[in-house]
């Protein structure tokens, strides 16, 4: 059964439907008809009556309904079928008329066959009937063959037996219900869309033209007139079916363009029993009568000439098919050969019973070696379970549930005997009649998996040194500590003095330098292990040894780095630092390289080439400096520097002579902090300047308030190695002493020995210059360092602060220390440089120095780093 297309979107758009006019056509109709009855009216013109009023009104109704269909679809081709239709229902309701009211049969004949044309016509032309013309050439022989089988069949098996001679007449009334008759047929049977509107259309036509042809065998005498009345109300009732169900057309979606209208072919062979029953009645009338008459002989040639006519135009359709068919399996051979891929058709036993002609071309594969046996003969067998599952997952879905097609990707033999790689996309066409099999597109993917192993390749390689880069290295770490017991650690390891190599060598150095490391990297590790180059100078190795084999891999590897680099154009000198963290104590694998890397920072802070371990305490110390140097950009800045002052007194007259300046941090999280804890930290950071100058100016500002107070006292202030080695320290100097108007011999600049570095002369320069202001120095912490006693002749100062080292007890020794502090202070005493005894907390302390001689001290036993309120409160109560 068709399905008219547009169903579901149908809108009622057909024109309002004047249902006064439909019910008022056949009420006056079967009124007249029954008055006839009654003999009030004569039948003929009752008869005449009602099927004009029929056809006028049903008759305008189809034109309207046509224009209709016009206006919706903006074309003439879907309103043509109604509107011959329309014609024809006036046509036959107006000769009806006409013929009945004047008794003429002659009239009646032309309009029953004009009618008959025009409603042959619109049964052709309806919507969805034939969408082509060889559609409706088709259909039309099929009606004629039809019409023929029946005209012949009802003439040798009714007619003719009874001895009956049709007139003119009455074989133009035969002819022409057999013809609506048999189009009838066809166009409810082979209609392309819409098929139950064309069938009850057809129906309404039959009727009418049954309703014509009675009245016209009447008229002419060949029937009683007791049939007037039956074929009045046939012409009375039957326009209004064609027209209620023409009315299906106007509210249905335009018909869609069929591109091969030859449903006709291989459809329903309406033609088989006609034939059949003009055969019977053939041998039928054989039988009885023995012979055929003029007439029977004529109707038995058309019926044989429809017949020939259809086979001619169905060898034609056959012809046509065939070239077609020809054509598509052209397209289909040159497409298959010229595709990449390899097409196969498997069984449900996965045998190959077909292969694309490609298969030689792309795989060297000939039919003889693959038709007919497994397709998983030809997969890699450590690919082949796989692939079979995959297989037997498709064969045991249903066909009709398939959706896209599975795609399996497996190692397959070609002709060669090589493996490749081939991706292979699986379609289930079982439930396709033409196929009923699985078909398989193997394509080689060989090229696409070595771009991927190249890719793969740069992506986890460094480019210079060829060794694993970053990523590789935290995937294989990541893939290490997915094992149910983590073994193994992470080393980093660090090139000292590389950066120089760039900055003085050039980068080509630089480079050839890296790929030498990377040599020696790979020879030193184990074949289990994995180098890489974490970044310019930096290497990373994972390895699966334990503690002491790693640490002995690290040993080997740093011994191995720190070799002379012979090039062609310099030998360069490095070392290497290395730092270990295991992967068992790590959180994660960023972790475990951030524990290797803070290892390895603490390496580098002590001597070059050390390898380190990290501990959780190396972790905190090295955490607690990170913050320091983060939160030490801008102290300055937020105003969390403070000064703290601890007297320094006169041992023989017991008063104070001066305060020396302590810097304190004031953190917000670590709170108070001495300048011991943060101080080297700002120097190696750049700030140590400007934090230096700070406190310059921080001190002469309280030494101008003390003044003011009338204080006398003189005030130390320590200065940073990065301010002793600035050309401008005297300039600086002396910018803060004019602008706060302290007097040069109140302020002391005091250095330590670690402050004073290794250029001696330098720091002697800045120091003779700061002197020429009238600025006194001083050394402190005299003996925690390695200046010897000989060298105090060459600095320029004129204090020097002893660290209570020279002069209490050594540990383990017993004896006075006196002879040392003696010593240092004699030599004082002939070079002109006055000794303060620093860090009293005894009595024992003060007497110690006291006999030895020192005129100052400095302590807590006199007072810890207060600020300066507090110390001016100590002030005045030791004036």
């Not at 459809?267 to 039928?284: Q, R």
């Amino acid at each position: 059964m068709s399905v008219e297309p547009g169903a579901a979107t149908r809108r009622p758009s057909a024109p309002a439907l004047p249902w006064a006019l439909v019910l008022l056509a056949p009420i006056v109709g079967t009124a007249v008809i029954c008055a006839a009855l009654t003999a009030l009216v004569p039948p003929l013109l009752a008869v005449g009556l009602g099927a004009g009023v029929s056809a006028a009104v049903h008759g305008a109704l189809l034109f309207r309904l046509a224009l209709a269909i016009h206006h919706r679809h903006g074309s003439f081709g879907p309103c043509r079928g109604v509107g011959f239709i329309s014609l024809g229902v006036l046509a036959g309701g107006g000769t009806a008329a006409s013929a009945a009211i004047g008794r003429l049969p002659q009239v009646a004949g032309a309009g029953l066959v004009l009618a008959v044309l025009c409603y042959l016509t619109g049964l052709l032309l309806l919507p969805g009937a034939a969408p082509t013309f060889l559609a409706r050439l088709r259909q039309g022989l099929d009606a004629l063959g039809l019409a023929a089988c029946f005209l012949f069949t009802a003439w040798v098996a009714v007619i003719a037996p009874h001895g009956g001679t049709p007139g003119p007449l009455a074989f133009l009334v035969a002819l022409a219900t057999t013809a609506v008759l048999a189009s009838s047929v066809i166009i409810a049977v082979r209609a392309v869309h819409f098929r139950s509107a064309a069938r009850a259309c057809a129906t309404g036509v039959l009727v009418s033209v049954l309703g014509l042809g009675t009245l016209t065998l009447v008229l002419s005498g060949a029937s009683s007139a007791g049939w007037l009345y039956l074929g009045g109300t046939a012409l009375v009732y039957g326009p209004l079916v064609s027209y209620a169900t023409a009315r299906r057309y106007a509210a249905v979606a335009p018909v869609p363009e069929a591109t091969d209208p030859e449903r006709g072919f291989g459809g329903y062979p309406v033609l088989t029993v006609p034939i059949a029953m003009v055969l019977a009645a053939a041998m039928y009338h054989l039988v009885t009568e023995h012979t055929f008459d003029l007439f029977s002989a004529g109707l038995g040639c058309a019926v044989v000439g429809a017949l020939t006519a259809r086979e001619a135009f169905s060898a034609f359709d056959i012809r046509r098919y065939t070239r077609k068919i020809v054509e598509q399996q052209a397209h289909l051979r040159s497409l298959v050969a010229g595709a990449s891929e390899v097409a196969m058709v498997l069984g449900p036993d996965l045998a190959v019973r077909w292969q694309s002609s490609a298969a030689a071309r792309q795989l060297g594969l000939s039919d003889q070696d693959v038709v007919g046996r497994s397709f998983l003969v030809r997969v890699h067998p450590d690919d082949a379970d796989a692939v079979r599952g995959r297989l037997e997952e498709v064969l045991a879905g249903s066909p009709a549930e398939s959706g896209h097609p599975m795609l399996i990707e497996a190692r397959m033999r070609d002709g060669f005997g090589h493996w490749r790689d081939t991706e292979s996309s699986v379609s289930d066409l079982r439930a396709v009649p033409e196929v009923g099999a699985l078909v398989v597109h193997v394509r080689d993917i060989g090229e696409r998996r070595e771009l991927e192993r190249s890719l793969h390749r740069l992506a986890s390689t460094d480019q210079l040194t060829g060794l694993a880069n970053r990523r590789h290295l935290v995937g294989t770490l990541t893939a290490m500590r997915a094992e149910p017991r983590p073994a193994g650690a992470v080393l980093v390891i660090d090139l000292d003095g590389f950066t120089a190599v760039n900055d003085l060598r050039g980068h080509d150095v630089g480079d050839a330098v890296l790929v030498e490391a990377a040599r020696r990297l790979r020879d030193g590790v184990d074949a289990t292990d994995l180098p890489a180059r974490l970044s310019d100078d930096e290497f990373g190795v994972a390895t699966t040894g334990s503690p002491v084999q790693t640490y002995a891999l690290a040993s080997r590897l740093s011994t191995m780095l720190s070799q002379p680099y012979e090039l062609p154009t310099a030998t360069i000198h490095l070392t290497a630092s290395v730092g270990i963290a295991e992967l068992a104590d790590a959180a994660s694998t960023s972790d475990a390289l951030s524990r290797a890397a803070l290892a390895l920072r603490r390496a580098r802070q002590g001597h070059r080439g050390r390898i380190e371990w990290h501990d959780e305490a190396l972790e905190a110390a090295l955490v607690h400096r990170m913050t320091l140097e983060h939160d030490l950009a801008g102290v300055v800045t937020r105003g969390e520097l403070d000064l703290v002052y601890q007297p320094v007194l006169d041992l023989v007259e017991g008063h104070p002579v001066g305060a020396e300046a302590l810097l304190r941090w004031r953190h917000p999280t670590l709170g108070s902090l001495s300048a011991a804890e943060f101080a080297p930290v700002a120097d190696e950071i750049g700030l140590a300047g400007e934090i230096g100058e700070w406190v310059l100016h921080r001190a002469c500002r309280q030494l101008a308030s003390w003044r003011r107070d009338r204080r006398e006292l003189w005030l130390a202030v320590h200065v940073a190695g990065a301010q002793l080695a600035a050309p401008d320290l005297g300039t600086t100097v002396g910018a803060a002493l004019d602008l706060h108007r302290v007097p040069a011999e109140r302020l002391v600049l005091a250095v330590t020995e670690e402050a004073l570095g290794g250029d001696t002369a330098q720091a002697v320069a800045r120091l003779t210059q700061v002197r020429a202001l009238g600025v006194r120095t001083a050394l402190t912490r005299f003996g925690t360092g390695s200046t010897p006693l000989a060298d105090l002749r060459r600095l320029p100062v004129d204090l020097v602060k002893v660290d209570r080292t020279l002069f209490t007890e050594p540990a383990g020794r017993r004896g006075p220390a006196t002879p040392i502090i003696e010593a240092v202070v004699e030599l004082g005493h002939r070079i002109g440089v006055d000794i303060i005894a620093g860090g009293l907390e005894a009595e024992a302390h003060l007497d110690v120095v006291r006999a030895a001689g020192c005129r100052f001290g400095q302590g807590y036993l006199f007072g810890r780093p207060v600020p300066p309120e507090h110390l001016e409160a100590f002030l005045e109560t030791h004036p």
